[in-house]
């Protein structure tokens, strides 16, 4: 087997089973730039375009559970924003709208960048991932699963299959500050997701650490400071915004700087909460 | 082209003729360097040093030629000729083989049967380097060890003018840096190589600037010039870069070394590395005037890097120096100009050549003095511009058009945008919906530029066109290279004009006719253009002596007027003529992330005529949004050396979501004597004062100093100490 | 090539409604270089191999993509389509007509992934949620994928301007 582009779920997972150095392609955003590049030597391919089960989404009881598989196009269409207006936001945020037609969530969690666009969300939210192996499949928490720099606790011949978020009611910000107004690699991010039924706030933190983060102290802050009756910030928002970048660990690159990406993420993190409690 | 069953009159001078490459560029159908083929075709491949400087030890090519499919490894001891070129000094190595002064300096190059094993077979190569600690400061470079046996100072000139130690009434002082910059063309650098029978070689290259490509080539490869028969490929933009050599030498090596055709195309990485680089610059100046704002004395040191080799530092240092004050009556000024070698990346041509940095600085200085006088900084330009005989620092008196007062007027009386509709994607930060409405300032800036155009100090860049008329069809041939700045367009627009024919044919451009120069400094209309003028109206007379001839052909070799070099004072004739622009941009801030957003940028140009408007248009949009560019995302970065962002991801380029509307207030035509049909160059005008004008703008909205360009946001938010 | 640890899949690519059978490629070749190199469809442009340009656009299942990030063994079967499928010389499409036109092309690299990516766009019209006949703001962000060097993008945006009222 050289090429394999199975069906379905139990195919691919058998392909890669039996292939133990197959590279898994889905949306090919990510790895064709390292394969063009020579920067990764490939044998053999296991191709999940077609792999019925990685696609599209639904939502029962509370919760959203989103096929590996979807790309970027499909969280920003109106019916899924409707749902999860964050994720819709940071979808539109990747790349070009050609990468947003073949990228796929699952890739994005695989890559595990820390600039992941739709990552922060998907932290905000605790998203749970199944993964499924040819002999097995567990579930696995994102922060469990994001163990460092584009490394995650996908192991020999597993596949994401599906990412489970719970549907929340309140209103959701997506923010991304980069040098250009498309097709830009994250600076900072930060996702603000309003859980009125839990009165809680849930916030994730974007290219200001080694993996995605949670907004911890920052959303603990958010419990007592925001009037759950009337749904507005009472607190004093400069506590908020030092908590935020008590939250984040960002470092200089050549894309910017520490001290901007402090600034930054406190900076867009106000905002958000200020838009989900106007 | 038919209407109605009647033949229709093909466009002529001043009309929107369309282009005759358009068709098939829009079918895809259009060759480019990068789409030719031949035959048992092999696959060059580049091999390049990862360090800025180091000692090279070893190179053993044996593992590269061991894998299957691989016909050729060739290094420095397989340069037949001369082992260094430049346009200006050949002091560039074909291949590094002691010594390496750049962080992706070719060592070897490779042909083998798939572009696949070429890679490998560069990745086999086994190069033992003694690394070096590279000299990457351009201010220690003059005084520091030598890293070329040249030396490290291409060019010191200083301009003295009047009386330098004139004092004004007011001074304002400042420094200025402007980031590397790089041409960005979309079509990587490509060529094809066939050997010849007779042991020359065929070369299809994506070029600017096709005979020198020749020149160069023929000399490393140890070859008479007439046995590289060269044609221009399908060339995917060029903004500069491609005024130098770089894979040319490579291909044909491997072809003659092979005997089979051979194709080389960079990547994206490659060429960022493989091309020269708009210099960065560190510029200081004081400005010198009296209360009422009359400018007195101009000061300045510049410096710029310009990399490990000297390719066009000479002449991008002579314009910087040259229009350093700007398009003002200056009567006297000192500038202390420098270009000196470093470990960074070779830096050379790009569109502005070396006005675009000072411009910046000089504009800075301007809004600089008009706050110091509290003065409208446009009142105070005004004031001050150049008219037709005034002196320029130089000393050369201006005798063509000088439209300086009409550019800025036009720009400053043209409407402003209204205020933003509202939308989030229209705001700072675009896409990351990270502005709010109230979190936006607005800000207006201006500025005012000037360039020469053609090739200064006494060079004479001729141009050479071949025009044939038969059966009522013309063919010209001119080895001008089409770049994508429409020249073919142009070309037939003045042979149905002069020859009063409908059908144009533009063969292709290759050596077998004469030199016509490099597509750069905005000379291909006056120069490329003055020569096809030239051979037709040759025609023409033959058409009036001989009324009944099979067909006629003449060949017109176009010279502009003779320059004088730079005297030990920098004063002299140096230039042919020269092109003014004024721009208005208008940006959006957010202030508190330094987000910006350019909403407008609104421009007046001297054109002396426009021949075509719909293709002036298409340049002063592009050329503007390279200034847009360099304002405010694009720089090369280059830490110790080391280039960080030689890709797309990285080193950002604007997109339609950047790129604001273009407002062109006014073409100013004021026919350029001496220039053929009055019309003056209008490629570089619109880079040149638009990146300032941004900067002004961005000044204008957030109160920050913006003393280097691109801005960064980090910039922004704390040099102006804006931190909520 | 002969390399041992470069499987050559032999595989069938359906590109312009014509069959492609594709042989002794090696495996990790993209679709972009498949089409170039050895299908002579070089109308897709190779400018960065990394998704960030457009020039290489072209439709996969009438999903616009990158051919540069779609490893070509991965679309056998399924519906490809170029920019040599859009019109011809005796015939250009609307928006290439439109290109032609406006002036929008200068050296043309950028020119094919636009063409499929305004014919896109204009395919799609219908479903975008903006009633005006040419919403300048969607269109722009429909194009942010395609970069431009010599146009600065004000003639291209006008191509599509042209386009859709030429389309209605």
Redesign the interface.
């Known amino acids: 087997m050289i090429a394999a582009a199975p069906l379905s779920l139990a195919d691919a997972l058998r392909a890669i089973a039996d292939d133990p150095f197959a590279t898994v392609i889905a949306g090919g955003t990510d790895l064709m730039v390292q394969i063009n590049a020579g920067r990764r030597p490939v044998t053999s391919l296991v191709s999940l375009r077609n792999v019925a089960e990685l696609k599209g989404w639904s939502t029962e009881s509370g919760n959203l559970r989103i096929g590996a598989g979807c790309s970027y196009s499909e969280l920003e269409r109106p019916d899924f924003a409707a749902i999860m207006p964050a994720l819709a936001q940071a979808a539109r945020t990747v790349g070009s709208p050609q990468i947003r037609n073949a990228g796929t969530i699952g890739g994005n969690l695989a890559t595990a960048s820390p600039a992941g666009d739709t990552l922060p969300v998907l932290v905000a939210l605790d998203a749970q991932l199944e993964i499924a192996s040819s002999s097995a499949t567990r579930s696995i928490a994102i922060s469990d699963f994001l163990v460092g720099p584009k490394q995650t606790d996908l192991r020999q011949g597993e596949l994401i299959v599906a990412i489970s978020v719970p549907v929340l009611r309140g209103a959701q910000e997506f923010l991304k500050v980069g040098t250009r107004n498309a097709m830009v690699i994250s600076v900072a991010s930060v996702a603000v997701l309003a859980d009125l039924d839990a009165q809680g706030v849930r916030i994730g933190l974007g290219t200001v650490g080694p993996t995605v983060l949670r907004g911890a102290r920052a959303e603990a802050w958010t419990r007592s400071n925001i009037d759950w009756d009337s749904n507005r910030v009472v607190g004093n928002l400069d506590e908020f915004v030092a908590l935020v970048r008590s939250d984040s660990h960002p470092i200089d690159d050549h894309r910017s700087t520490k001290r901007y990406r402090s600034h930054a993420i406190g900076i867009c993190a106000r905002r958000a909460l200020q838009r989900v409690f106007p | 082209m038919t209407a109605g069953g009647l033949k229709t009159r093909s466009p002529r001078l001043g009309e ?1 003729a ?2 005759p ?12 360097g ?2 030719l ?1 031949a035959d048992g075709m092999l696959w060059g491949k580049t091999l390049r040093a990862p360090h800025p400087s180091a000692r090279i030890v070893s190179v053993d090519i044996g593992p590269a030629l061991a ?3 691989v016909a050729a490894v060739l290094t420095a001891a397989d340069v037949a000729g001369k082992k260094t070129y430049g346009l200006e000094t050949p002091d560039q190595p074909v291949f590094a083989s002691e010594v390496v002064r750049y962080m992706g300096e070719p060592i070897a190059v490779v042909a083998a ?5 070429a ?2 077979a560069v ?1 086999a190569i086994e190069v033992v380097y003694e690394l070096t600690t590279p000299l990457v400061d351009a201010d220690l470079a003059a005084e520091g060890t030598p890293i070329h046996p040249d030396g490290n100072v291409f060019r010191h000139l200083v301009i003295r003018h009047g009386d330098p130690t004139v004092q004004g009434e007011v001074i304002v002082e400042g420094t200025y840096e402007v980031g590397m910059q790089d ?6 650098e490509s060529g094809l190589a066939i050997p010849d029978d007779d042991g020359g070689v065929e070369l299809f290259i994506s070029t600017q600037f096709l005979h020198v490509d020749r020149d160069q080539t023929a000399a490393c490869l140890g070859l008479a010039p007439e046995k590289v028969r060269a044609t221009v490929a ?6 500069g870069g491609r005024e130098d050599i770089c894979l040319q030498v490579h291909v044909c090596m491997l072809a003659l070394h092979t005997g089979r055709p051979v194709k080389m ?1 960079y ?3 490659e060429s960022f590395l493989g091309h020269v680089h708009r210099h960065p610059a560190k510029l200081w100046y004081r400005h010198h005037a009296k209360r009422d704002g009359t400018l007195v004395n101009v000061e300045a040191k510049l410096v710029f890097d310009g990399g490990a080799y000297a390719s066009t530092s000479s002449a991008v240092l002579a314009n910087a120096s040259c229009f350093a004050g700007g398009p003002y009556l200056i009567p006297n000024a000192f500038i202390d100009g420098w270009a000196v070698r470093t470990n960074n990346p070779p830096c050379g041509a790009m569109r502005g050549f070396g006005a675009v940095q000072t411009c910046f600085a000089h504009e800075a200085q301007m809004d600089k003095l008009a706050a110091a006088l509290g003065m409208d900084a446009v009142e105070l330009r005004l004031r001050n511009v150049l008219k037709t005989g005034d002196a320029i620092l130089t000393g050369q008196v201006l005798t063509g058009a000088v439209p300086v007062e009409e550019v800025i007027r036009a720009c400053v009386e043209s409407p402003l945008p209204p205020k933003a509709t509202g ?1 989030m ?2 705001r ?7 502005a ?1 409405a109230h ?1 936006v300032r607005r800000g207006v800036g201006f500025a005012v530029g000037f360039k020469n155009l053609m090739f200064s100090e006494g060079f004479d860049d001729y141009s050479t066109a071949r025009v044939r008329l038969q059966d009522g069809v013309a063919t010209v041939h001119c080895a001008c290279a089409e ?4 020249f073919v367009t142009l070309v037939q627009q003045i042979a149905r004009e002069v020859l009063n024919v409908d059908d144009v044919i533009v063969a292709p451009a290759d050596t077998s006719v004469g030199s016509a120069g490099s597509t750069s400094a905005s000379r291909q209309t006056w120069m490329s253009g003055g020569a096809v003028e030239g051979a037709c109206r040759m025609v023409s007379e033959q058409m009036e002596r001989n009324p009944g001839a099979s067909y006629y052909e003449a060949t017109f070799e176009h010279h502009h007027a003779p320059t004088e070099q730079l005297d030990e004072n920098g004063q002299g004739n140096a230039h042919v003529s020269f092109a003014f622009v004024a721009h208005r941009a208008v940006v959006d801030v957010d202030v ?4 910006v ?1 350019v909403i407008e940028v609104a421009t007046a140009q001297d054109v002396g005529r426009v021949l075509n408007p ?2 002036a ?2 340049q002063i ?6 200034g847009v560019g360099l304002a ?2 694009e720089e090369m ?1 280059v ?1 110790d050396g080391v280039v ?2 030689a ?4 080193y ?8 604001p ?2 407002l062109v207030a006014s073409l100013i035509e004021q026919p350029e004597p001496g220039a053929p049909f009055g019309a003056k160059g209008i490629g570089e005008p619109p880079t040149i004062s638009s990146t300032a004008a941004v900067a002004a703008a961005i000044r204008d909205a957030t109160g920050a100093p913006v003393i280097r360009v691109p801005v ?3 910039h922004l ?2 040099a102006a100490d804006l ?2 | 090539m002969t390399d041992s640890y470069s499987p050559h899949p032999a595989y069938r690519l359906m590109v312009n409604g014509e069959p492609h059978d594709v042989s002794d490629a090696w495996i990790g070749e993209s679709l972009l270089h498949v089409l170039r190199e050895r299908l002579e469809l070089p109308g897709a442009k190779s400018a960065c191999e990394q998704g960030e340009c457009g020039s290489c656009s072209v439709l996969v299942d009438g999903v616009l993509v990158c051919a540069c990030l779609v490893a070509a063994v991965t679309v056998a079967d399924a519906d490809i389509r170029t920019v040599e499928s859009c019109g011809s010389s005796q015939s250009l499409s609307v928006v290439q007509q439109a290109f032609v036109d406006a002036g929008a092309v200068q050296c043309g690299f950028c020119t094919p992934g636009l063409i499929m990516a305004v014919q896109d766009l204009i395919d799609r019209g219908i479903q975008l949620p903006h009633a005006s006949p040419f919403d300048e703001l969607a269109t722009r962000e429909a194009l942010s994928g395609n970069l431009c060097r010599c146009t600065g993008y004000g003639r291209v945006l006008d191509a599509v301007a042209r386009a859709v009222e030429a389309s209605r």
């Open positions: 929107s369309p282009r490459d358009g068709i098939p560029k829009v079918l895809g159908e259009f060759a480019f990068n789409d083929w894998i299957d499919g049967d798939h572009p696949e094993t890679r490998r990745a041409q960005a063309f979309m079509g990587p399908g060339t995917g933009g060029a903004f195309l990547s994206r990485e939308a994607l229209e700072p930060g675009g896409a990351g919906r990270t709010d979190h770049v994508g700045q429409g508190e992330l330094g987000l957003k719909l293709q248009l298409g949009e592009g050329g503007i949004a390279q405010v995302m970065l830490i960080r962002n890709n797309f991801t990285d950002l380029i604007p997109t339609t979501l950047d790129m509307n273009v960064r946001p980090e938010v704390f931190v909520s």
